[in-house]
């Protein structure tokens, strides 16, 4: 049996990148002579094995055939005749498709290394138009090699286009989006994966609630940014410094969407948006079957992010009824990661990256005031239902009243 390792994990080995899934491909094997090796078959549509040991995933060399649109319109061809090279030309970049075999030898018959020497994302054969999630792909790659200084290959970027005006992008499912744009999310500056989106036309197409904020201003008072298309993907890579947790990333990304509905003459102000945004959070978290945890997390920091920025001046019933609406006195409350995203937002703006959020602490001090009251009497007394509910909102609201008259003047 010969087997390559291919894919990620060559290409992040060439960059000493971090990487933990190893990929490979046999050559001049049939899928009875891999069972009859105790090799575990999994491929849906073509045949792939798990290594009966190791668990890595082993898949036949293959080539495909376009016969219909979308990510799934492909015919798959595998035989024990199928070269190393036809398997590699198939694959979406020149970076991921270099070979390594078990003697340590790089296979790279289509310039992948000089490539990575020259920090270019280049597709590997004209195929690449016919799969349009290798423009996903291609975006979360950016994102993760922006700060290696990766930039598309002109040509590459061209393709794209192309495949944008020819409609092949109008076939992504839901599924396929959301797991690419999920893990665009956990890299450092996931904002790439959106500004590659938006330079080929797709984001119109794959996010138009976020394309709509483009051309959107704010008051430069608040936002030296101006644009608000540009202040959501500051946001989001602001986001990405602060914490690891892709919910609040995408929190951080659409807390704004609302902005987009502001008529133009009511310009750069945007009364209300935190309401209007609402609903088309909804319409995208629906089309895109974004997971509830996430969606749940984007509705708190839209609806509440400016509560947040002026916690300090506030008054105190109005704090009180903001950290009751977004459940932060409940035993897995996500208090911290709302912050987390209100900070992101207070912070991604040009010039303000580094200025301190001291409302962050002064909200969690309250919280934990308000969590201190004693509510078992509330809870032993005559008092039924609904009436204890009230009660201990009450005595919560009154400890975060005293809070403010010790802590809110020193802030």
């Known amino acids: 049996m010969k087997t390559y390792l291919v894919g990620g994990a060559v290409r992040d080995k060439l960059l000493n990148y971090p990487f933990t899934e190893k990929d490979w491909v046999v050559i001049g094997e049939s899928p009875e002579s891999m069972i009859a090796q105790k090799f575990i078959p999994v491929g849906k549509d073509f045949p792939v094995f798990l290594h009966p040991k190791t668990r890595e995933e082993y898949a036949l060399a293959r080539t495909e055939r376009k016969i219909a649109p979308g990510y799934t319109g492909f015919n798959f061809h595998t035989a024990p005749d199928v070269t190393l090279e036809q ?12 070979a390594l075999s078990s003697s340590g030898q790089l296979i790279d018959p289509y310039g992948g290394q000089n490539d990575l020497k020259n920090r270019i994302l280049r597709h590997v054969s004209p195929a690449f138009n016919e799969d349009p999630v290798r423009l996903l792909r291609v975006a979360r790659f950016a994102a993760r090699y922006a700060h290696l200084g990766f930039r598309i290959a002109d040509e590459t970027q061209q393709l794209m286009q192309q495949m944008v005006q020819q409609g092949e992008v109008n076939h992504l499912v839901a599924e396929r989006v959301w797991t690419e744009t999920h893990k665009a999310l956990t890299e450092d500056q ?4 959106f500004k590659t989106l938006k330079s080929c036309g797709a984001l119109a197409i794959i996010f138009p609630e ?18 608000t298309g540009i202040h959501a993907l500051l946001t989001v890579d602001q986001a990405a410094h602060l914490t690891q947790d892709p919910a609040t990333r995408f929190a951080a990304l659409v807390h704004d969407l609302g902005k987009a509905k ?9 009364r209300g948006h935190e309401s209007y945004g609402l609903p088309i959070l909804e319409q995208l978290c629906q089309r895109l079957r974004i997971p509830k945890a996430y969606k749940t997390l984007a509705q708190q920091v839209m609806a509440h992010h400016t509560t947040s920025h002026k916690a300090i001046h506030l008054q105190p019933e109005a704090l009180a009824e903001m950290l009751f609406n977004i459940g932060a006195f409940k035993k897995n ?37 308000a969590l201190a009251i004693n509510t078992e009497s509330l809870t032993s007394g005559s008092l039924k239902g ?4 009230a009660a201990i909102q009450q005595s919560r609201t009154q400890a975060i009243t005293d809070y403010y008259q010790t802590h809110a003047r020193l802030e």
């Open 87 to 98: 398997d590699l030309i198939r694959r979406d970049l020149t970076i991921n498709a270099i």
């Open 190 to 193: 996931p904002s790439y994966f």
């Open 210 to 227: 976020i394309n709509d904020l483009f051309g959107v201003p704010q008051p430069a008072k608040y936002h030296p940014e101006i644009d």
């Open 262 to 270: 502001t008529p133009a003459h009511k310009w750069p102000g945007h």
């Open 333 to 369: 409350n996500t208090l911290i990661y709302f912050l987390l995203a209100c900070e992101a937002d207070a912070k991604g703006r040009t010039g303000l990256e580094k200025k301190p959020y001291p409302q962050a602490s002064f909200i969690q001090n309250a919280q934990q005031a």
């Open 386 to 389: 609904p009436q204890i509910g």
